[in-house]
């Protein structure tokens, strides 16, 4: 491909990292249009073309649009990367991966992402009630990665890049790594891959 895939996108969102992060994963070109939110760029005309809900993350691929990010992580690699184990063919592990997603949609979103919408955003959520969702996750997820080093199958797979934005960037919503070993082993590998591109940082609250 020589067009660059289009990505509107709000920079600090961990919905819209996934996706820049499985493109660069990819090596597939693309650029970011970073819309204002604040002004509403999100609820424009032109863009509810494009993401009929008014969200990010969303692409133009060529003149095919979608969003969500959830979905735009299964079409990049069933267009660009099919039988490479991004999603397996085997149903079990394809069905382990799913499961991933839905924690991705789920607990991450209502634990870490929540936290940090609170903390950095200053969305009116009950912090308190998303930390304790977050270390819930979070000790499910080290007890499982605990002789693992993927989330759902014995190579990385979107699961793993579903769920490593949030979770990179817990500490910015107030949810501390440091009791999760497993966990802050696996952002490593995802770290260490090649083409790895990281989000824009938020800085870390002082702890209660």
Not at 92 to 109: F, P, S
Not at 138 to 151: N, P
Request: hydrophobic fraction near 45%.
């Amino acid at each position: 491909m020589t067009t660059p895939i289009k990505l509107y996108r709000s920079p600090k969102s961990g919905h819209c990292h996934r996706v820049e992060l499985m493109l660069a994963l990819l090596g597939l070109p693309y650029e970011t249009i970073d819309l204002d939110m604040a002004n509403g760029a999100h609820k424009a005309s032109d863009f509810l073309k494009i993401s009929p809900f008014g969200l990010v993350p969303a692409i133009d691929d060529g003149g095919y649009t979608l969003a969500d990010s959830n979905a735009i992580l299964v079409y990049l690699v069933q267009t660009y990367a099919k039988g490479q184990g991004w999603i397996p063919d085997d149903a079990k592990e394809a069905a382990h991966v799913q499961r991933w997603l839905t924690v991705a949609a789920d607990n991450i979103y209502s634990g870490p992402c929540a936290a940090r919408l609170v903390k950095v955003f200053g969305v009116p959520l009950d912090h308190a009630a998303a930390v304790e969702k977050a270390h819930a996750l979070f000790k499910v997820m080290d007890a499982h990665l605990d002789g693992r080093a993927w989330l759902a199958t014995e190579r990385m797979t979107i699961a793993d890049v579903a769920g490593y934005s949030y979770i990179a960037h817990a500490p910015e919503g107030g949810v501390d790594l440091a009791p999760y070993p497993n966990v802050r082993r696996w952002l490593e590998r995802i770290e260490a891959e090649p083409n790895f591109v990281a989000m824009v940082a938020s800085p870390i609250p002082e702890p209660a």
